[in-house]
């Protein structure tokens, strides 16, 4: 399968600072790409969804000017957290998806996801 | 909205047996892709099996195997000869066939041990 890199892998901020996470498709253009967040025993939760060149369209809930995405690109897209804290601490988890659409074979392709603490 | 739903929070199998994780969704469509994901403690989301909801043959990748049932909106996954490397967390999954606003839709997960 295709491979979609994060950096950094883990991260460790101070209260009120912002932290950029970057999320890569290395060997295919990304057409979409999306972000998840995954706190410890649950399950991944969509927060937005990004169209290369588009404005990112956020989950209800998910509050768009603290998690800034821009998806520049057709092989990066960023996930700031704007003035994090220690809430904010999760795993989130980049994917991308060469096409616009779900039809068949465009699957979507996992990063290995970033550890953010914090303090 | 879909929703998928797992029951099974946790679940043990001897090494070389058989197991069998349970998944059920809701959706008004007729017509949309279903998934496994394992998410070993490396965190890494991996693609174990995806089903058409249009064919009604069962997906199959070696040991890993499903049981669609569309009209009971159940998708099962069967691993057979358990191995120690198939601990790890399984998540069912749901996506709408086309459009734009396909994306996927997990379920909370299985964890899954593998004992010897």
């Known amino acids: 399968g295709a491979v979609v890199s994060q950096h950094p892998s883990w991260v460790i901020c101070k209260s009120g600072t912002s932290v950029k996470i970057e999320c890569r498709s290395l060997?295919?253009?990304?057409?979409?790409m999306f972000w998840y967040r995954q706190f410890p025993k649950q399950s991944l939760m969509l927060m937005a969804t990004?169209?290369?060149?588009?404005?990112?369209?956020?989950e209800q809930g998910v509050e768009k000017d603290k998690f800034l995405i821009n998806h520049a690109s057709l092989t990066l897209s960023t996930l700031t957290v704007t003035s994090a804290h220690p809430e904010d601490s999760s795993f989130y988890i980049c994917?991308?998806?060469?096409?616009?659409?779900?039809?068949?074979?465009?699957?979507?392709?996992f990063g290995p996801g970033t550890r953010l603490t914090v303090l | 909205a879909q929703t998928v739903t797992q029951s099974q929070p946790e679940m043990s199998v001897q090494e070389a047996e058989t197991v069998t994780l349970s998944c059920t969704y809701d959706?008004?469509?007729?017509?949309?892709?279903l998934f496994w994901y394992k998410q070993p403690p490396s965190r890494q989301m991996i693609l174990v099996i995806r089903?058409?909801?249009?064919?009604?043959q069962n997906a199959t990748e070696n040991r890993f195997s499903v049981n669609f049932q569309k009209a009971a909106k159940s998708f099962s996954l069967k691993i057979s000869d358990s191995q120690l490397g198939d601990a790890a967390m399984y998540f069912c999954?749901?996506?709408?066939?086309?459009?734009?606003?396909?994306?996927?839709?997990f379920g909370t997960g299985t964890r899954l041990q593998v004992t010897l």
């Open positions: 994917s991308a998806r060469a096409g616009l659409a779900g039809g068949p074979g465009n699957e979507q392709f």
């Open positions: 060997d295919f253009q990304a057409t979409t």
């Open positions: 990004s169209n290369e060149g588009s404005k990112a369209t956020y």
């Open positions: 959706t008004s469509e007729s017509d949309y892709y």
């Open positions: 089903q058409e909801a249009y064919k009604q």
């Open positions: 999954a749901y996506r709408t066939y086309t459009g734009t606003a396909s994306k996927l839709t």
